[in-house]
């Protein structure tokens, strides 16, 4: 393979149906300087895979692991651990979704004016378009869609709630070092939320307030877009039963970040760890004295209602 300053990390699983489509819109790409790593979970989507990189030999790469990962997630830190820190930068692909012909170039371009010092730990996040499984659209943004608020990325502001989406993530080598150390960590909820922490208490985050891809909603998605404004999902904001679930498996994030950070983290940022970690054992007033003193409020009325009565 040509030697690239990016690697895009695909992670595959039962994906025939849309994959292709994906790799398309990758090649189509105005900006060339990119590997690409294909990596499958199993079922149909190897076929495709394989021919793609038997026909573009020069910047694609099929790998079978022979694992079963059984979620993104770990299938993501999967392919950063082990192929991550071949170039300066990684971006993160879903299966099928479709991205925008100057995704790369304007993510770099965001990314290079924001990398001051390149040992420290930058990742660059962006909107997305909202469409159906026929790329019709469904909404032009998935933050306003989602009522995200994409600039919301102080550490503090993180560790109760994720705006990053994975699929619009590029990070550099930095981070993909002190992403690669945590190995294993069965609390992590989702690598991008992890890699957003991570770039939030050890160096930068950077928003480009604009869609660079088509974000596929359709049967088969694992994590997908939900309209925040509709009755249904208000409801959900308000189920007690998940939103503590949610508290304790953020509380739980909390804790693991804080084990294997533990040399990095500020005084500040030890606190905040070890708070959030603690957070559902204590009393109802003492939590709610903790979410306004530390600021751990999510955004949006009803996040935060839900907080107050269920956290």
Known sequence: MEKAKITILLAAYKGGEYVGAQIDSILAQDCRDWQ????????????????????????????????RFGSAQKHFMYLLTHFGQETPYVMFSDQDDVWHPDKVRKT???MQAAEDDPSEPVLVHTDLRVVDGNLQEIAPGFL?????????LAFHELLVQNVVTGCTVMINHA??????????VPQMMMHDWWLALIAAAFGKVAFLPEATIDYRQHGKNQVGAKNAGSLAYLKSRLNGTYIRAMRDETAAQAAAFRK??????????EKLCRVMAGFAGHGKLRRLRTLGRYHLWKNTLPRKIGQMIYW
Not at 260 to 269: C, G, T
């Open 175 to 184: 981070l993909a070092e002190l992403a690669a150390r945590a190995g294993e």
């Open 144 to 152: 306003a869609f989602s009522k995200i608020d994409g600039k919301r």
């Open 108 to 110: 770099l371009a965001v």
């Open 260 to 269: 294997v950070y533990a040399d990095r983290l500020s005084p500040e940022q």
């Open 36 to 67: 690409l790593i294909l990596s499958d979970d199993g079922e149909d989507t190897v076929p495709v895979l394989e021919r793609y990189a038997a026909a573009h030999p020069d910047r694609i790469r099929h790998i079978r692991s022979g694992q």
